[in-house]
């Protein structure tokens, strides 16, 4: 994809990499080249963001002409509300806090190039830093009362940049560009990054099917890279982003969604898909508005929860709004353990989920993505146990149940309908409902954004085309919005 970088006098800055072009903003807004080519990577390095300035059209053109470009338009907006960049700055307060440990004065500001500070000592806080706020140069201002606070980050102009500082700055920008691949370029159309955790002991995907998701992706015509969550910065380089690591709200795998989006990646899971499906309160609300068959539901808060065992009998399950994997979901067999569980978990959230118990020996999971069943699989419970997951098996070997997939076609049409009703109330992405079975009639449990997809389970039907099915769908997302 070919390079440009943007600045008010081209003729000064000098680049030894190869396909970088460096153009003024009047040629950038104004050039007819630039206005229909398409799949340009752009780094806007205008003296100024300020609204309606140049700095700021060169951005919001290059979004609009489907150019990725540094900074977008949504962060140029957010540099605009500096008390919400020192909110989102708490979520590595202990690095801050850290970084600081030894400092003898009580303010402290420094210049950031492309995640990088002069000072070795301030790289990491650097990173995080620019991975909040991705322009190409920065100056971060920390001061201390009680304890470190982010004071000011804001957008630095090249004029503002020490001549002594020019070098790393250049630097920065080359190796910015610079990209890294773990196999020979071979002039593929698209780039593709697949998000993962290799530290989660219970990923989504496990090695045996991320190698099958690469080969897929190969075949496919990707450039694949595996990334991982200090690999922010590098989204602008890609044109599709598979999030194989588990997802949240409130967690690097929902900024790594908004941001890609934002930058008009092909985005599996998306940010609504997070947003929806990982909160059960939200689904309850949208299953029953739409009437699709689940468990009897109540949502409850510590002032209406005296009144549950009115609603409902015991035994029930007792769920946390946002629990995965079996986790946060309690099954509440007495009034005195409904007492104890529910004040630990109101601890968590203000409200929670209770749900009638459907005793079945197994669940059902149909995996969907772009409105489409894919797979579909019998989740047996744990031994001795009513979950399909036992977290609290002594031996691992006990702790899951067995799993039987079969194929589509020979799974119950009810199964395939409901499943499809409530996927298409989320969007097209990629989905896993679980649902259970009583006399033939079939209630959606829930909907996972960030289904299990393991070799030799999920893929156990379909094998190489399950794989090969998901890149064909990245594909077409991104051709819809070239």
Same mark, same amino acid.
């Given at each position: 994809?070919?390079?440009?970088?943007?600045?008010?006098?081209?003729?000064?800055?000098?680049?030894?990499?190869?396909?970088?072009?460096?153009?003024?903003?009047?040629?950038?807004?104004?050039?007819?080249?630039?206005?229909?080519?398409?799949?340009?990577?752009?780094?806007?390095?205008?003296?100024?963001?300020?609204?309606?300035?140049?700095?700021?059209?060169?951005?919001?053109?290059?979004?609009?002409?489907?150019?990725?470009?540094?900074?977008?338009?949504?962060?140029?907006?957010?540099?605009?509300?500096?008390?919400?960049?020192?909110?989102?700055?708490?979520?590595?307060?202990?690095?801050?806090?850290?970084?600081?440990?030894?400092?003898?004065?009580?303010?402290?500001?420094?210049?950031?190039?492309?995640?990088?500070?002069?000072?070795?000592?301030?790289?990491? /806080?650097?990173?995080?830093?620019?991975?909040?706020?991705?322009?190409?140069?920065?100056?971060?201002?920390?001061?201390?009362?009680?304890?470190?606070?982010?004071?000011?980050?804001?957008?630095?102009?090249?004029?503002?940049?020490?001549?002594?500082?020019?070098?790393?700055?250049?630097?920065?920008?080359?190796?910015?560009?610079?990209?890294?691949?773990?196999?020979?370029?071979?002039?593929?159309?698209?780039?593709?990054?697949? /998000?993962?955790?290799?530290?989660?002991?219970?990923?989504?995907?496990?090695?045996?099917?991320?190698?099958?998701?690469?080969?897929?992706?190969?075949?496919?015509?990707?450039?694949?890279? @595996?990334?991982?969550?200090?690999?922010?910065?590098?989204?602008?380089?890609?044109?599709?982003?598979?999030?194989?690591?588990?997802?949240?709200?409130?967690?690097?795998?929902?900024?790594?969604?908004?941001?890609?989006?934002?930058?008009?990646?092909?985005?599996?899971?998306?940010?609504?898909?997070? /947003?929806?499906?990982?909160?059960?309160?939200? /689904?309850?609300?949208?299953?029953?508005?739409?009437?699709?068959?689940?468990?009897?539901?109540?949502?409850?808060?510590?002032?209406?929860?005296?009144?549950?065992?009115?609603?409902?009998?015991?035994?029930?399950?007792?769920?946390?709004?946002?629990?995965?994997?079996?986790?946060?979901?309690?099954?509440?067999?007495?009034?005195?353990?409904?007492?104890?569980?529910?004040?630990?978990?109101?601890?968590?959230?203000?409200?929670?989920?209770?749900?009638?118990?459907?005793?079945?020996?197994?669940?059902?999971?149909?995996?969907?993505?772009?409105?489409?069943?894919?797979?579909?699989?019998?989740? @047996?419970?744990?031994?001795?146990?009513?979950?399909?997951?036992?977290?609290?098996?002594?031996?691992?070997?006990?702790?899951?149940?067995?799993?039987?997939?079969?194929?589509?076609?020979?799974?119950?049409?009810?199964?395939?309908?409901?499943?499809?009703?409530?996927?298409?109330?989320?969007?097209?992405?990629?989905?896993?409902?679980?649902?259970?079975?009583?006399?033939?009639?079939?209630?959606?449990?829930?909907?996972?954004?960030?289904?299990?997809?393991?070799?030799?389970?999920?893929?156990?039907?379909?094998?190489?085309?399950?794989?090969?099915?998901?890149?064909?769908?990245?594909?077409?997302?991104?051709?819809?919005?070239?």
């Amino acid at each position: 994809m070919p390079k440009l970088i943007v600045v008010e006098k081209p003729e000064t800055w000098k680049f030894s990499l190869e396909d970088v072009e460096v153009i003024s903003p009047d040629d950038y807004i104004t050039n007819n080249t630039y206005q229909t080519i398409k799949n340009l990577k752009v780094l806007n390095l205008c003296r100024s963001y300020q609204y309606q300035s140049e700095g700021y059209y060169v951005s919001l053109l290059a979004e609009a002409r489907g150019h990725k470009v540094l900074p977008g338009v949504s962060t140029i907006q957010n540099l605009r509300f500096p008390s919400i960049l020192r909110e989102d700055s708490l979520d590595f307060d202990a690095l801050i806090q850290t970084t600081f440990k030894v400092e003898p004065y009580d303010r402290v500001e420094f210049n950031i190039y492309f995640g990088t500070a002069k000072s070795e000592n301030l790289n990491k /806080l650097a990173l995080q830093l620019f991975q909040l706020v991705q322009a190409p140069s920065l100056r971060a201002v920390f001061s201390k009362k009680n304890k470190w606070v982010l004071t000011s980050l804001k957008p630095i102009s090249l004029s503002e940049v020490p001549e002594v500082d020019k070098p790393q700055l250049v630097s920065s920008i080359e190796n910015y560009l610079q990209r890294k691949r773990d196999y020979k370029y071979d002039k593929k159309k698209y780039d593709l990054a697949i /998000l993962i955790n290799p530290d989660d002991k219970n990923p989504p995907s496990d090695d045996r099917a991320l190698k099958r998701f690469y080969k897929a992706a190969l075949e496919a015509g990707f450039n694949t890279e @595996f990334i991982g969550k200090n690999d922010f910065d590098q989204l602008i380089q890609y044109d599709a982003l598979f999030i194989r690591e588990t997802t949240n709200v409130n967690h690097h795998t929902f900024r790594f969604a908004k941001k890609a989006e934002s930058l008009g990646l092909a985005v599996i899971d998306d940010p609504a898909s997070i /947003l929806k499906c990982t909160n059960k309160v939200y /689904l309850f609300e949208l299953l029953n508005a739409n009437k699709v068959a689940t468990p009897k539901s109540f949502v409850i808060t510590e002032e209406n929860c005296e009144r549950l065992t009115k609603k409902i009998g015991f035994p029930f399950i007792l769920k946390q709004p946002d629990g995965a994997f079996s986790r946060g979901v309690h099954k509440i067999n007495d009034l005195g353990e409904f007492k104890k569980v529910r004040d630990s978990m109101f601890e968590k959230s203000d409200l929670l989920i209770a749900q009638e118990f459907l005793p079945t020996p197994f669940d059902w999971r149909v995996g969907v993505i772009d409105s489409q069943v894919i797979y579909v699989c019998k989740y @047996f419970m744990a031994t001795k146990h009513w979950q399909i997951v036992n977290w609290g098996a002594k031996k691992e070997t006990s702790r899951e149940g067995e799993v039987e997939s079969i194929p589509v076609d020979q799974a119950p049409s009810g199964l395939l309908k409901a499943a499809l009703k409530a996927t298409s109330l989320i969007g097209n992405g990629l989905y896993g409902v679980d649902m259970k079975e009583e006399d033939g009639k079939f209630y959606v449990i829930e909907i996972n954004d960030n289904p299990n997809i393991d070799a030799g389970i999920e893929d156990k039907i379909l094998k190489d085309k399950l794989y090969s099915i998901i890149m064909e769908v990245f594909l077409n997302k991104i051709k819809l919005d070239k």
